[in-house]
Structures are given as C-alpha cells and as structure tokens.
C-alpha cells in the first residue's frame, strides 16, 4: 500500500507528473485523441481515390490499345470480327438492370421468331422509368414498344415491355 500512495501522491513520480500535464493540456490530448480518430477514415478515403485513379488510368490504356489494334487491323486489311449476342447474356443483363432497379419480373418471355423480348413487371413510376432508361442505354436491344397501366393499388404502374434484339453486323 505504501508503494501505491508513493506513486500517485507524491508529486515527483513520473506518473503524477503524466496526470499533471494530461489535466493541464486538455487541448492537446483532445487534439491527439481526434487526430487518432480521423487518420483510419482518412488513409480509406485516400487509398479508395488512389484505387480510382489506378482503374481509371488502366481503362483508358485500354480503350486506346483497342484504338490503336483497330486501327492497324483496319491498315491490314483484317476485319475484326464481331460476336453475335448472346440470349443467355442478354437475359442476364437485363434481368441485373430490373434487379439494381428494385424491380420484380413477373414475366419474361422469349419470341425466336421475331426476336423479341416480352417482359411484364409492377412497381412505381419513377422506379419504372430508372429501369427504361438503363435498359434504353443498352445498344444490344431497342424498344418495339411500351405500355404502363396505372394500377389502384399502392401507386403501382404495370409495364409491359417489348423489346427487339439487335444483331451486331460484320
């Protein structure tokens, strides 16, 4: 007990002293305590921009070796040849377009005769109008046509879909 009471209450020990000056400068031990909080989001934010910036220089590096391939292919003579569209792909696009969207596909039917797409689907109208213009961004398929039906329930609309696919050409 005498060992304790001659660490903390005589006013020479090195850990009084510690105590001392952490009451005397507030301030600076708030200022350690922020700067101890702040470094670990900092140093995330700085690495996730760093990532960005690497992915960003390594797809436009991309985008001009396509350019440059293209080009010399084109010098050639060689044509490049295009793929066909997958459906399987294809369905699978769309169905992540309807998914991102919040979206729940009631039905989806294929017409290899004409090669077309039906899909039906419920949800609210600017949820229905996000997922028209994302499927509209995708140049694998056009619109034949579009129809929303308001429904009573819940400010519902149905849509009815019907989209073409579209053949890339040699």
């Known amino acids: 007990m005498n060992k304790l009471q001659q660490y903390y209450l005589n006013p020479t020990s ?3 002293l ?10 600076l031990v708030a200022l350690f305590i922020t700067i101890l909080i702040l470094s670990y989001p900092s140093y995330r934010l700085v690495t996730t921009i760093l990532a960005e910036n690497i992915a960003i220089n390594i797809h436009h590096k991309l985008l001009n070796d396509n350019v440059l391939i293209t080009k010399k292919l084109s010098q050639l003579g ?4 295009e793929q ?3 459906p399987l792909v294809l369905n699978k696009r769309i169905k992540v377009i309807l998914i991102d969207n919040k979206i729940n596909i009631e039905e989806m039917n294929w017409n290899k005769e004409n ?3 039906d899909i039906i689907f ?3 109208f600017e949820q229905v109008a996000k997922a028209i213009l994302q499927l509209n961004s995708d ?4 619109f034949n046509h579009i129809t929303l039906i308001k429904m009573n329930k819940d400010y519902l609309v149905q849509c009815v879909v019907n989209l073409t696919i579209l053949e890339n050409k040699k």
Do not use: G, H, P
């Not at 060689?78 to 040849?81: H, L, P, V």
């Open 122 to 124: 419920n949800q609210t």
């Open 14 to 16: 090195s850990f009084y």
């Open 115 to 117: 090669n077309s797409i």
């Open 78 to 81: 060689i044509k490049k040849d």
């Open 84 to 86: 066909k569209v997958d």
């Open 18 to 27: 510690f105590v001392r000056y952490l009451l005397d400068y507030k301030w």
């Open 139 to 142: 140049k694998s398929f056009a």
